[in-house]
């Protein structure tokens, strides 16, 4: 009975169930470690074997050790029926993945964070040693293209390490029908962000609002309770598709919220950044209205408050949990962002090794004035391109970046961001 009473309450402390199987785990493991070295003990003094595995007299220690293995063996079993439905749900995340994400879901987000900075501090690049001879070769044409009367294109991101590289910080379109155009609807570049980190790139793409038509789609945990969909880029869709990039946290980390095909999964927040789609282009800035969009908005997505506003460092960038509540600000992992410049294009940026002022640094030097952190991890962040029409020859902006290029071609978990030609 009483066994059954602590199973109960941790089954009623849900969404507590992951921590305390990882606790009733340890309690087993550590029943089973004093149990064998009780045996062990008890045969020394014995001096048999057959003496030690005669039945001693229950007593109040023994009656507690008993109860509380009981507690831990019910409530494993409720674990293993919560982890059973998360895992077997659609998804299309490895089970590494949605093994963690349940732990993290289930009040073990504390012990999956503390992992994470263990693992993302001892795997952390050296400062120096040396520098790279060649980049990613990304996208075609040689970056030299003539311009037109009052058309504009971006100028090479200027360099952070000298020598520039070939080919460092200068765009290339994405498909070669815009190879020779003065004014392609997006183009990418790679760059070197950090001269105490030689070797670490990152991947940058701009995109003309007025040139290419922005997608909100969501995913299929992510927000949640969306509709249901094909969670991936319609088969309709894909004939001018050009890109397709991560969105932001999730929303029981970031509380962000999210508007898109005219229904409010979740309420916006004043304060907080937002990719904000209109049918006069695509912003991204602070939210000062209310939890539901005016009229005009098409789609708005919230993650975390501004890493760059007024082309200026957050000065409340530090370390912490308000740019990366799992790992924090100064842990160097995977990070991407996105940004608007001055003629309101949108940046994006994502590189390894990054902390959240390391980002928001990438960000300002390829000329964004106003920006915010999308999601970060090397399984969350993606930006692949198509080379040609219909979603083929999909290429990804860093040959680093986990997952295949072919993301959001099937159903993903997480909602994302298309580029098309209109």
């Not at 070669?176 to 950090?194: C, E, G, H, W």
């Not at 004939?239 to 929303?251: D, P, Q, R, V, Y």
């Not at 508007?259 to 937002?274: D, H, S, V």
Request: hydrophobic share 40%; with cysteine; charged share 20%.
């Amino acid at each position: 009975a009483a066994a059954l009473l602590v199973a109960a309450v941790a089954l009623l402390l849900h969404p507590g169930i992951g921590l305390a199987a990882v606790l009733a785990g340890l309690v087993l493991v550590a029943r089973g470690l004093t149990g064998a070295a009780a045996a062990v003990w008890r045969c020394t003094l014995t001096g048999s074997w057959r003496d030690h595995r005669k039945r001693v007299p229950p007593g109040p220690v023994r009656r507690a050790a008993t109860v509380v293995t009981a507690a831990a063996v019910l409530t494993l079993g409720l674990a293993a029926f919560s982890y059973g439905g998360a895992v077997t749900s659609p998804s299309n995340s490895s089970l590494a993945i949605r093994s963690v994400e349940w732990l993290r879901d289930n009040g073990g987000k504390g012990v999956v964070s503390y992992a994470e900075r263990v693992f993302y501090t001892a795997t952390a690049p050296s400062q120096g040693g040396p520098t790279l001879r060649t980049l990613p070769q990304l996208g075609v044409g040689g970056g030299a293209t003539r311009r037109a009367n009052a058309v504009y294109r971006p100028p090479s991101v200027p360099a952070a390490i000298h020598p520039r590289l070939p080919g460092e910080g200068v765009w290339h379109a994405t498909q070669a029908r815009f190879a020779t155009d003065p004014a392609p609807p997006i183009l990418i570049t790679s760059v070197r962000p950090d001269p105490r980190y030689p070797r670490v790139v990152a991947g940058l793409a701009w995109i003309d609002p007025r040139r290419a038509r922005i997608s909100l789609y969501p995913g299929l945990k992510e927000p949640p309770g969306s509709a249901p969909g094909a969670k991936a880029v319609p088969r309709a869709a894909r004939s001018g598709l050009l890109a397709t990039f991560n969105s932001g946290f999730k929303h029981t980390d970031g509380k962000g919220g999210f508007f898109a095909n005219g229904r409010l999964l979740e309420p916006l927040r004043p304060g907080m950044a937002t990719v904000v789609g209109t049918r006069s282009g695509v912003d991204v800035r602070t939210w000062h209205g209310g939890p539901h969009p005016a009229p005009g908005v098409l789609f708005a997505r919230q993650n975390l408050p501004l890493i760059v506003d007024r082309g200026r460092l957050n000065p409340d960038l530090r370390d912490g949990s308000r740019w990366g509540v799992t790992v924090g600000n100064a842990v160097m992992v995977w990070r991407s962002g996105i940004g608007v410049d001055r003629r309101g294009n949108l940046i994006y940026a994502a590189a390894d090794y990054q902390t959240a002022r390391g980002l928001a640094r990438v960000l300002i030097r390829a000329g964004a004035v106003r920006a915010m952190e999308l999601d970060i991890n090397s399984y969350w962040v993606t930006l692949n391109t198509y080379a040609k029409p219909g979603a083929r020859g999909a290429q990804k902006l860093l040959p680093g970046m986990t997952r295949p290029s072919t993301r959001y071609l099937t159903p993903d978990d997480r909602d994302f961001f298309a580029v098309s030609t209109p």
